[in-house]
Nanobody, 124 residues
């Protein structure tokens, strides 16, 4: 079993930056594929970014490519999402997720474990 706890959300002006963290419990964190998803008001949960366990390959949604960077520190059991040049349309609750098979995936159903989410609000 893995427990995921997100932090780092908040209110920021357009053009600003935030760094989200996802702290994971469990000794096998390094074997999990990890991802970030978000859910805006009245919208479905959507893929943001993912990182594999094996070689830290990454994948991004087109809407955040070039602005967001996903990374992980296996020694600290933590994953990060650096978000730069934030836009009002990035406003959402951001969730981290873990795939016990270690895959690099943009599909929600791939992931076995989810955090409770952290709110990001970008004002114009």
């Amino acid at each position: 079993q893995v427990q995921l706890v997100e932090s780092g959300g908040g209110l920021v002006q357009a053009g600003g930056s935030l760094r989200l963290s996802c702290a994971a419990s469990g000794r096998t964190f390094s074997k999990y594929g990890m991802g970030w998803f978000r859910q805006g008001p009245g919208k479905e949960r959507e893929f943001v970014a993912a990182i594999s366990w094996s070689d830290s390959s990454t994948k991004y949604a087109d809407s955040v490519k070039g602005r967001f960077t996903i990374s992980r520190d296996n020694a600290e059991n933590t994953m990060y999402l650096q978000m730069n040049n934030l836009k009002p349309e990035d406003t959402a609750v951001y969730y981290c997720a873990a795939d016990r098979l270690g895959r690099l995936s943009r599909w929600r159903l791939t992931y076995d474990y989810w955090g409770q989410g952290t709110q990001v609000t970008v004002s114009s």
